[in-house]
Structures are given as C-alpha cells and as structure tokens.
C-alpha cells in the first residue's frame, strides 16, 4: 500500500525549484563521495584533475566533475565500474554496440525497484492506473525496454501481459482476446502492428487507449500518424540502459516535453562541442548524473541524445523539467557532403507529403568521391496503378520537400507497400555503404 502512495503521489513531481535543488545537492554529494571511495575509475578520473569529494558542494559544482562515455563502460565491461560488491549486484541489462560487445548496466535489488517506482510515474503521467492492462512487446531479455515497462506495470499494479516482441499475429490475438488498455513497444513496432490491424479489421474491435513508445528517436508526425491508425493516445518514453533503462523521462497527456525524473537523474544540456551548458530551449547533448543508483552509479554520462531543457511550468501541474523530442543522437547523424543530416529531418518532411508512407529507408554512397544519398519511400499503392507521370511528380515533390528541410539534394526511389522491411524492435533507418 505504501509503495502504491509512493507512485501516485506526485509530489515529489510537483516541488518548487528550490526544493529540487536541495534534494537533488543532497543526493549529489552523496554520490561524488561514495564514487570517489567506491569505484577505482571516478578515484582516478577526480585525482587527475584535483577535484575532491570536498569541492562538490552542490549541484552548482557538478560542471567540475569529470564526463563518463559509453567508451568508460566499454573499458570497465564488464563489472569494472562497480560501486558495491558483485554480491549486491541483483541484475545486468545491456545493449549490442557496434564492436560486438555488450553496453552493460547493473543494478542491486533497490536500483530494480527505483526503476519500477519511475516506469509506474511514467504510466501514471499517461493517466493509467492499476484498472489498466498494460500489453508489453517490448523485446524481454537483456533489452530494458520489456522488462522495464514490465517493473514499472507491475509496481503500478495493472494487469502485465509479458508478450515481448514478434509474432504479430500473436499479439493481435492477444490484443484483442484480453482486453489491452495500454501497449508499450518501439514506435515503428506499433506502425507495423498497426497495418497488420487495419488489414484483420481489428482496430476497432480493441480496447487500446494509450501507447507508450520509444527506445528510437521519433517525430511528432510520426506519432500523429500512429495515433489516428490506432485511435489511442500515443506517449513518448526515454531511458537508455546506462542510466537505467526506459522511465528516464516521460511526456504526460499534454504532449509537450517530456518530463524527466530528476529527483533520481541530474540532467545537463551541454553544447557537444564546448562542453558548456547551453541556455534553455537551445539544442545540446542531455548528460545525466545517477543520484540515486546503488550499482553502477555514473557521473555526467554523455547520451549523445540531441534535445534542449524547457523549465516552464506544464499545464498538468507538474515542476519537473521537459525535454524537446529528440532530434536525434549524434550516432545518428549523418554528414552528407559536409551537412549534418538527421533521420528526424527527413521523417518529419516525408511524413508531410500526401502519398508517401511512413516507412523509409536512408541509404548513404560514395560515388567520385561525392556523397549520395538515397531516400527510398513507400508510396501508396494508387501511385503505382495510375498513369507514370503521377508517379514522377511525386518523386520530384519529395525531392524537393527533403532538399529543403536539410538543404542537400538527394535521390529518391518511390516503392510499393510494404516493400521495405519492417521492424519488431528498433528500426533501421539508414544504411552507411561509405567506408568511413
Ligand atoms: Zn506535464
């Protein structure tokens, strides 16, 4: 009972800036001490540059503390930026990085249970309550995305449906023989599952009011689009697995930011060049501190996650901080002839184009030493039926429409439905064919 009051009171959502910043200073030297005694790696990294426990005062300090990167975790895989004996370690979560290496979390059994108490926030601010049943296809396994959403379910009370990703006809059944109210999956999951809806006749037939979606970056237009396919509301979540994993931040039903979960994660919005904190609604790096992670607690974790800080206050009443919608991560980033190019960009111009589809990929060449990109398209299948010149005005169109959001010319090849293939996890989006 007392872990549901916890939950639904949002309190600790709703204090004044000042508050948050004593609570948030309080944590914070906790942690620059207990790192500084506990984990070798942040002794050293602090000593190098003769920062001491003593110096961190508050979060006004926290620009003294050294960054942690993904290539730290890469160096200490897999348990080498431990803060409490392998004992009191209850469970490790990764991600596949692209040197075949797992990106590793690990957490002790409060760290599982702080990251239920921040999904179950998360489902709350999406008006969802322990009435609601909550279909999970989310990949389960060593992916937070599952067993995250799964935690925070269950903390939350609602009746869980473990379902993890695949077999689409499946989930359908399901879907519909158990009565969802709330599904969690990646965005272009939910687009697939949604086509496969619309063709068994089954969107009405479901009970689906809200979905909770990320794990990707995706654009307005995108959950636009999936919102009026699927008749429910759809809400963005983030997390990555070095923090905790989803349940970092969350939009609440006026969609406009998501709110992080500061009490328990420090953000900065840092210019990725400088490495100074850029004003609010500027675009930066998010970096987090854990204040609160017993496991693997991390100082200034570069997310390489693009966005800029909104501290106005939300309609919904709640003071925690938002987040823009990511615009993309800097690993996503593509320069094509010297331009920065963000899959978001073209998502949100293809999305804008009465023909085209939701579904896209990017494929990058090098041709004479000059970079081309390709944006291959699903178009409606009328396109394909009609007379050609239709067919070429809507290539010329979207050309055009792409050169102008990112000011590159591109080529475009328009495709029938269901052409490229679809994801039951994170999509891929771009394919980089350039040796670089
Ligand atoms: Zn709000």
Not at 1 to 15: G, K, L, N, S, Y
């Amino acid at each position: 009972m007392e872990w549901q009051e916890r939950i639904r009171r949002p309190e600790i959502e709703c204090m004044s800036r000042d508050e948050m910043l004593t609570l948030q200073s309080e944590r914070l030297v906790k942690q620059v001490a207990n790192v500084y005694e506990h984990v070798p790696f942040y002794n050293r990294k602090m000593k190098e540059i003769g920062v001491e426990p003593g110096d961190i005062k508050g979060v006004e300090d926290i620009h003294k503390l050294p960054f942690t990167t993904k290539e730290d975790l890469r160096e200490n895989y897999p348990f080498g930026l431990l803060a409490v004996p392998k004992s009191q370690v209850a469970r490790v979560q990764g991600t596949s990085g692209t040197t075949g290496k797992l990106t590793l979390a690990s957490y002790t059994k409060h760290d599982t249970e702080i990251w239920g108490e921040c999904v179950a926030r998360a489902l709350t601010m999406a008006g969802l309550t322990e009435e609601d049943i909550i279909h999970v296809c989310y990949g389960y396994g060593l992916f937070t995305g599952g067993l995250g959403l799964d935690f925070g379910a269950r903390a939350l009370g609602a009746l869980t449906i473990p379902m993890s990703a695949g077999n689409t006809q499946r989930q359908m059944m399901c879907l519909e023989d158990f009565g969802a109210t709330a599904m969690a999956c990646t965005p272009s999951y939910a687009l697939h599952l949604a086509e496969a809806l619309e063709e068994a006749g089954l969107v009405d037939k479901l009970k689906l009011k809200a979905g909770i979606f990320g794990a990707e970056p995706w654009t307005v237009e995108m959950q636009k689009e999936i919102e009026e396919r699927l008749k429910i509301n759809a809400f963005d979540i983030y997390g990555l697995c070095e923090i905790m994993g989803p349940g970092v931040a969350m939009e609440c039903i006026h969609h406009n930011g998501l709110h992080i979960f500061e009490d328990h994660f420090l953000p900065e919005i840092l210019n990725p060049t400088t490495n100074e904190a850029v004003k609010d609604g500027d675009t930066g790096e998010l970096v987090f501190t854990t204040l609160t992670k017993e496991a693997m607690p991390l100082i200034r974790y570069r997310t390489k996650d693009l966005t800029s800080m909104d501290r106005t206050q939300c309609a919904c009443g709640r003071t925690l901080p938002r987040i823009s919608k990511f615009k993309g991560r800097t690993d996503d980033m593509k320069v094509i002839r010297g331009v920065n190019v963000f899959p978001t960009q073209i998502e949100t111009a293809l999305l804008s184009i009465q023909g085209a589809l939701p579904h896209y990929l990017l494929i990058v060449d090098r041709e004479n030493n000059l970079d081309v990109l390709t944006v291959m398209v699903e178009v409606d299948e009328q396109y394909f039926s009609d007379e050609i010149r239709k067919l070429d005005d809507l290539k010329k169109k979207i050309g055009n429409v792409i050169k102008q959001a990112i000011g590159v010319s591109v080529r475009v090849k328009l495709v029938e439905p269901k052409s490229i293939e679809r994801s039951e996890g994170k999509a891929k989006r771009v394919i980089d064919n350039r040796n670089l």
